[in-house]
């Protein structure tokens, strides 16, 4: 079963085969470690995090030596997790070290409003959020100079989701010295896509939720990251579904189709 170079264009239904193939291959191969390694990279496109988990402690039995491995993915798990409540607002994110901007505190605040279905006041303590929120101009190499980045999902946009070191984190877009994305390479990929990020001069590895949150009911184009969907709530607010979005005004594009990010007095470099 060939589960490398996954692209974000691959069709449902050969996902669903996936699937099927990996649970009947573990079955036939229950020590095997990559067969189980494949079968908790789908439970993790799935959404399904019970289910991924309980193939890592399996994991972990089998082989000792991917218990590095298995940590990371743990991790990362864990930060999904975060993330949900983060969104939420019944959590803070947190930094890359650095104190975070007054705007940030209100930006989850507004997240807290909306989830109580407080949807006026939520959008206003937005709005505010996102007068005072800076705009760095920046150049992607692949689509060339832009004046602003945003995140498509009214819950973060001035803000890059970012899993570093086990934590998930908020780093304000104006923040960033520049940014590289990896093209997926594994299903893994697609939820979780690596990247190396600079702040103040210093270089942090780690991880951008490929996606907005799911569910296990989600549509599969939207848990392959194929597609967006954006839901307009009360108060106008509008929040992703399926392949994370950035704004700009050039446009909207996938994390995936950005390239190399350099931004503020770094922005005109090529």
């Known amino acids: 079963m060939n589960t490398e170079k996954v692209t974000i264009s691959a069709e449902a239904s050969e996902f669903e085969k996936m699937i099927i193939q990996s649970i009947d291959a573990v079955k036939k191969n229950p020590d095997d470690v990559e067969c189980r390694l494949t079968l908790f990279k789908i439970y993790c496109l799935q959404s399904n995090w019970d289910a991924a988990l309980q193939q890592l402690v399996i994991l972990m039995k089998i082989e000792p030596e991917v218990q590095q491995q298995c940590e990371l993915y743990k ?23 650095k104190q975070q901007p007054d705007w940030i505190k209100n930006l989850q605040r507004a997240n807290a409003l909306y989830a109580a279905g407080q949807f006026i006041e939520g959008e206003s303590v937005r709005g505010q959020c996102i007068e005072v929120a800076s705009a760095q101009p920046g150049y992607s190499s692949a689509i060339g100079e832009f004046e602003w980045l945003a995140d498509g999902d009214d819950r973060l946009g001035p803000v890059c989701e970012f899993i570093s070191a086990g934590a998930y984190r908020w780093v304000p877009f104006a923040t960033i010295q520049s940014l590289q994305v990896n093209e997926p390479q594994s299903i893994s990929d697609l939820v979780w896509a690596p990247a190396e990020i600079v702040i103040e001069g210093q270089t942090w590895k780690g991880y951008l939720p490929a996606r907005y949150p799911l569910t296990i009911t989600s549509e599969q184009s939207l848990k392959i990251g194929s597609k967006t969907e954006w839901q307009r709530q009360k108060g106008g607010r509008y929040i992703g579904l399926g392949r994370k979005t950035w704004i700009s005004n050039r446009g909207e594009y996938s994390l995936f189709e950005m390239g190399k990010l350099t931004f503020s007095e770094h922005g005109n470099q090529q």
Do not use: C
């Not at 803070?92 to 070290?97: D, H, L, R, T, V």
């Open 75 to 97: 991790n990362l798990i864990y930060s999904e997790r975060m993330r949900e409540s983060v969104l939420s607002g019944e959590r803070a994110a947190g930094s890359p070290g």
